[in-house]
């Protein structure tokens, strides 16, 4: 297990794979659930733009903005004390030009105090990465089912399933790694694949739907807590039933509020 004293960084993903000792991550959107998850000594939080589509009610992360990521992730940063944080990129903020991607990623690091940005895709961002690291920023990659490409994709599905994408995935993360990013997120890839590509790396995977052999593992927050209990999927785990008790506990506080038991003498105050 990672050590609970020492600030999670860039330098110490890369220790951690090459000490055999897995990634925790989990998104996350907020101070509240940023102190919660971090004092439970998850490694990396990272702030999604699946935040558009789990908070915000979106039907995809397209239409998430660059206003919208600082925010969150400046609130998220607050509450963090020892993880690694991470900002998303939304869509169209650095796939312009590397300069453009400067600019935003730039605007985030500084805005935001965050640790690391996150990109999707590989060879067409490649260059974009090596400007980013070239300039201090570092980069997160993230490979397969690429949601902000989901309509190009054909629907949330899995990825790499063909030898030809399969290959081009593994040249796709050789690329991000000579690049250098300092991770891989790996999402919704057959597992055998995501092991080649665990295995062919220095620098760690943080799967998604890609299996066990990745370096780490992370998983949308609201969807392992069942709090998002509209959404399952085979990959995801549910850890808590939380939905099913925020509607129990709102059902009761409005049956006491209804007949007056809520609040009692002990919530009152006499003078
Ligand atoms: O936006 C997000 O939450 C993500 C994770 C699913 C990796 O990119």
Avoid: W
């Avoid at 990672?2 to 907020?30: F, H, N, S, W």
């Avoid at 009761?252 to 038991?261: Q, S």
């Amino acid at each position: 297990m990672a050590d609970e004293t020492k600030a999670v960084t860039t330098y110490e993903l890369v220790t951690m794979k090459q000490r055999g000792e897995r990634i925790v991550a989990l998104t996350c959107y907020d101070a509240l659930f940023a102190r919660l998850l971090d004092a439970a000594g998850v490694d990396v939080l990272l702030v999604g733009d699946s935040v558009n589509q789990v908070l915000a009610g979106a039907e995809t992360t397209l239409s998430a903005t660059l206003e919208q990521m600082i925010y969150h992730t400046k609130i998220v940063r607050r509450g963090a004390v020892r993880a690694m944080v991470v900002c998303d990129m939304p869509f169209l903020t650095y796939q312009v030009s590397p300069r453009e991607a400067i600019r935003n990623c730039g605007r985030v690091m500084q805005e935001t105090a965050c640790h690391a940005v996150k990109l999707e895709g590989g060879a067409p961002i490649a260059e974009t990465v090596r400007a980013l690291v070239d300039v201090g920023i570092p980069v997160m990659g993230h490979l397969g089912l690429t949601p902000q490409s989901v309509h190009a994709l054909g629907g949330y599905r899995v990825q790499g399933r063909d030898e030809q994408t399969a290959e081009r995935l593994k040249a796709d993360a050789k690329g991000l790694e000579a690049a250098g990013a300092c991770a891989i997120v790996l999402e919704l890839i057959p597992a055998p694949l995501a092991s080649q590509i665990t295995k062919s790396l220095t620098i760690p995977t943080i799967g998604i739907g890609a299996g066990p052999a990745c370096d780490g593992q992370v998983l949308v927050l609201p969807d392992m807590l069942g709090l998002n209990d509209r959404f399952s999927a085979k990959f995801v785990k549910r850890y808590a039933a939380l939905a099913e008790d925020v509607r129990e506990a709102v059902k009761l506080y409005a049956a006491e509020v209804r007949e007056g038991r809520y609040p009692g003498p002990e919530h009152s105050f006499p003078k």
